[in-house]
């Protein structure tokens, strides 16, 4: 399955929201308001529940993280080919509350991202939305990466809460956005997901 833009990601984290059989339904949701409004939705579950997903639901799937390891002894850590196994097509990586070692950043840089998401981490779950707060970052950080890479998806993420913060983030150049609180705690994950996905369209 390959990545189209635009598309949103969201991030399960560990809320109880998105965790077991909320986790399931979540993710039933996401590909409902995918199917509903033609924008790619990747979804991010826990990674006890990455099998049960991916079994049961038809839509991208990513992991929340991956260790630097070979198969062998690493109790505790998680194999990539665990993971592909398990159903993901790709793993966020360096998220900030789940930093790589400098070493291990490198490695990855090498590997050539495909999508490369902006959240500074003092604004994520906050509500505000860094690009309203900071569309400096925004835009200097894309113009960074296209410097060095032109190739990764530039997302969005941090504070993004409501459709306008999707608008703004899309007019400054990314090619989508990045969510977790605003959509696993929404009271309709499903609309909220196909009103982001509407600003994207109509911005």
Known sequence: MSLQEPLIIVNFKTYLESTGKNGLNLARQARKASKETGIQIVICPQLADLSLISARVDIPIFSQHIDAITPGSHTGHVLATSIK?????GTLINHSERQLKLSE????SALNPDIVSIEPPELIGTGVAVSKAKPEIVTNTI?????INNKPIILCGAGISKPEDVAVAIKLGTK???VASAIVKAKNPYDLLCKFAEAIIIA
């Open 85 to 89: 196994d398990a159903g993901a097509i």
């Open 105 to 108: 950043s490198g490695a990855v």
């Open 143 to 147: 113009n960074i990466v296209h410097k």
């Open 176 to 178: 989508g956005i990045l």
